[in-house]
């Protein structure tokens, strides 16, 4: 698989952040979401906990939670899989971030569905629920795909009212999938899937 894909689309799309950001990056604070309040990438401000602000920050945390999944030693090419789809979340908070806004290519989800075609392969059929766990990365990787999960309904909570592109919605998507069958391919190097037993304390 080639990880750099598209690299030169990434970085069109923040050359747009950066402008309509200007230099805000240059001082940390600037006191100005004092008043429960803040800045999108257009110039527009709202409340902090709109529910556009809070898929940006369920974005932004499933990014932060992959980042700890790549201080782990991680089997074959995975953490540049990883790291790619950092990438991809960064290009969707970036999306949420300027309203209007379209930085997610049809492209990525595509490359999340090969990826997952690729990994599953290694798997035998999953016959049993199981439970999250397993070894350590395998573990964080179950709450990555919980926070997933949680950002993409909190997506669709802002599509309701405001647009969101397809690709957004369509990547979150995936990527919950892509990650519950990275769990499954993590353990297999470990001892395998920690199955549920249905009234096992009953």
Request: proline share 3%; net charge neutral.
């Amino acid at each position: 698989m080639n990880f750099a894909v598209a690299a030169e689309e990434r970085h069109q799309s923040f050359q747009l952040i950066i402008t309509s950001m200007g230099h805000r990056l240059t001082k940390i604070y600037t006191r100005t979401g004092d008043a429960g309040t803040t800045g999108l990438g257009d110039g527009s401000r709202i409340g902090k906990d709109s529910a556009r602000i809070a898929a940006m920050g369920d974005v932004d945390e499933l990014n932060s939670l992959i980042g700890v999944i790549l201080c782990e030693e991680l089997p074959g090419d995975l953490p540049d899989l990883l790291r790619s789809v950092q990438h991809d979340l960064f290009d969707l908070g970036g999306e949420m971030s300027i309203p209007g806004a379209v930085l997610l290519k049809a492209t990525q989800p595509s490359r999340l569905e090969a990826a997952i075609d690729r990994y599953n392969a290694d798997l035998a059929p999953l016959k049993e629920f199981i439970l999250p766990g397993g070894n350590r990365a395998a573990a964080q990787m179950h709450v990555a795909r919980t926070v997933c999960r949680r950002a993409e309904r909190a997506l669709v909570t802002v599509a309701h009212e405001q647009q969101i592109s397809d690709a957004s919605r369509q990547y979150l998507n995936r990527l919950s999938d892509l990650l519950f069958v990275l769990c499954r391919w993590i353990n297999k190097t470990s001892g395998g899937d920690v199955l549920w037993q249905k009234g096992k304390n009953a």
